[in-house]
């Protein structure tokens, strides 16, 4: 069957500076990570910008990207680094030449040293020296993004730094800090918004992180609850001024009565016939109820910042890409204004605290040589994105 998608819907595939760059002076450089990886060099995406240009561009015609704002500014206030802007300049007039949309993120979950030993978004106030950023990035690419996304995923941010304590600062069950945290960075939300309206058109949203919580066995079904509102429902209240509602979705999470990933859990799921990744319990359809969820509560257009599997297998990959299109479709059938989809992610990167084991890309990537090759799933992506529909 073909499913046909709108006419102008965005196609895209989606980065983080962080996960595709050379380390910069950031509160991740150098962590040990779950698979024995450091992150040191990883796709060097800096070294192979126009070889990277290509695929991107081969795939589709949107692409999700951020820059590295510790590259950027050296110190807080400080004036943009020109040698840097030039890169990312030329990089994104090219993207532009070639006819693509740019959906710019403004922060991806790394900070600069600088702004950590100012206290990070744990103090008051703070926000400012990234709202300086923000102003400086409006100046100077502005002219360049056809969408803004100002934070990546404020809820996996505040949650694996202080609550899991996964990510920097790895702080466990600090809720009164993640909620000091989450205040500081939606109040930077909301005053960035403005900042941008000021000089640029394009539609302004964060990513948010979605996630099925589903209680399976006493006291799961609390633990689930409690998962559900505060990352569901508490986070995405603080973020009001959206004109486009930003949504990622990997993972439903059982609770029997802890919750079960594919890392630590890996026989249990087995036992229990589940669907996996490499990450996380599989389940497609989770998505759908996300959209019917989030249309419902905002009635905000939705864009899809983030969507992709953890695997190594590019089959794998694209019965994926289908299945999730499926609900795609189903939920713009229903009603529900779907305005794009980014997938994660266009080549292989370095995945955060687990490390380079763990692989969404459409190009895959040797990160000893750097080179890149093409796979069967970003051919079909192209295919996909070039005939507005896809074949399931
Ligand atoms: C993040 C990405 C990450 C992906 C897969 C998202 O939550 O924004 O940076 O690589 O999930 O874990």
Not at 47 to 62: F, P, V
Not at 206 to 224: R, W, Y
Not at 225 to 239: G, L, Q, R, S
Not at 300 to 318: A, L, M, N, Q, Y
């Amino acid at each position: 069957m073909k499913l046909q998608f709108p006419e102008g819907f965005i196609w895209g595939t989606s980065t983080a500076a962080y996960q595709i760059e050379t380390a910069s002076e950031n509160n991740w450089k150098g962590l040990k990570c779950k698979d024995g990886t450091t992150f040191d060099k990883c796709s060097q995406h800096d070294l192979h910008r126009d070889e990277d240009l290509e695929y991107i561009c081969q795939i589709s015609n949107g692409y999700r990207m951020s820059h590295d704002w510790g590259k950027l500014q050296k110190a807080p206030f400080a004036e943009f680094d020109q040698k840097e802007v030039d890169a990312y300049l030329r990089f994104m007039e090219e993207l532009k030449r070639r006819g693509k949309h740019i959906m710019l993120v403004l922060h991806h979950f790394t900070n600069p040293l600088w702004f950590e030993k100012e206290g990070s978004w744990e103090k008051e106030g703070n926000r400012k020296m990234w709202l300086d950023f923000v102003q400086k990035s409006v100046d100077t690419f502005g002219h360049l993004v056809d969408t803004w996304n100002t934070f990546n995923e404020p809820n996996v941010y505040v949650s694996n730094g202080w609550i899991t304590g996964e990510f920097p600062p790895f702080k466990k069950g600090k809720i009164l800090l993640a909620r000091r945290v989450l205040k500081e960075i939606s109040r930077a939300h909301e005053e960035a918004y403005d900042i941008i309206k000021q000089k640029s058109k394009a539609p302004v949203g964060i990513s948010f992180n979605t996630v099925q919580f589903k209680g399976e066995i006493f006291p799961g079904h609390l633990f689930a609850k409690i998962a559900d509102w505060w990352f569901m429902e508490y986070c995405h209240n603080h973020f009001l001024k959206q004109d486009f509602q930003g949504l990622s979705y990997y993972a439903r999470m059982s609770f029997r009565p802890f919750p079960l990933d594919n890392m630590n859990h890996t026989e249990q799921l087995k036992k229990l016939g589940r669907r996996t990744d490499l990450m996380w319990e599989y389940d497609p359809k989770g998505f759908y109820n996300v959209f019917h969820r989030y249309w419902k509560k905002t009635k905000k257009p939705i864009i899809i910042t983030e969507s992709g599997i953890c695997t190594h297998d590019p089959k794998v990959r694209i019965e994926s890409i289908k299945e999730y299109l499926g609900w795609v479709h189903k939920a713009q059938q229903d009603g529900i204004p779907i305005q794009g989809y980014f997938h994660w992610s266009t080549m292989d990167n370095h995945e955060w605290n687990i490390g380079q084991y763990y692989r969404f890309g459409l190009v895959s990537v040797d990160f000893e040589t750097g080179k890149r090759t093409m796979t069967e799933a970003g051919t079909f992506m192209g295919e996909v994105a070039r005939n507005n529909s896809v074949e399931v």
